[in-house]
């Protein structure tokens, strides 16, 4: 009998433990991706015309953030395998760039997706768009671009993009394309 109430009382002090870590509050913190201070781990090759690169930075405690360019187009993934995750491949369709401030999503301390404002070229190449890419984080793989809104088109951008990050990360399917969320604008 007095082992089943230490049982019992093991697995009562599991489940608060597991209710807990659940019930954790959503943060973000934020990091930068500067890529001088990257490790550069392909470069360009002006001579045979190839142009762009690809850069490990580190980002939130030490995940890694793969960035690369190529054809004027980013890609951005993250992880220890983040060159070999979907993200890696994703990008906007237009030439665009992406902004050096990279917010984290975290529960319980462990980051499950990030915003980035990514910066696409307009029809006119003088101009550029502004939208927020959501991309989930997923330990085992299948870190992807899960949500995209068109900060121009949509007052509360930011706010969508937390939204989409809190309540789709996790459970994307990566084989699908990004949703877009509110009023699609450039994004279309």
């Known amino acids: ?4 109430r230490l049982s019992l009382l093991a697995l ?20 930068k991706i500067l890529l001088d201070g990257c490790q550069l781990i392909t470069s360009p090759d002006e001579e045979e015309g190839t142009f762009g690169g690809a850069w490990q930075c580190a980002g939130y ?12 187009r980013m890609f951005v993934s993250f992880g220890p395998d983040a060159a070999n995750e979907p993200a890696a491949g994703q990008t906007l ?28 070229s307009l029809e006119d190449s003088t101009k550029t768009g ?18 995209r809104i068109d900060a121009q088109a949509n007052k509360n951008a930011n706010e969508m993009a937390r939204q989409a990050a809190d309540s789709m990360a996790g459970s994307f399917d990566c084989t699908q394309p990004p949703q877009i969320i509110g009023n699609p604008g450039i994004l279309y």
């Open 1 to 4: 009998m007095k082992r089943l």
């Open 12 to 31: 009562s002090g599991l489940l608060a433990a597991l209710q807990a870590a659940t019930a954790a509050p959503i943060e973000s913190t934020y990091t």
């Open 61 to 72: 405690k030490g995940t890694g953030v793969y960035v690369a360019e190529g054809d004027l």
């Open 93 to 120: 369709p237009s030439f665009n760039s992406v902004n050096e401030t990279l917010e984290w999503r975290l529960k319980g301390g462990v980051p499950f997706a990030t915003i980035l404002r990514w910066f696409p």
């Open 130 to 147: 502004s939208v927020l890419i959501v991309t989930q984080l997923l330990p085992g793989g299948g870190t992807c671009q899960i949500a």
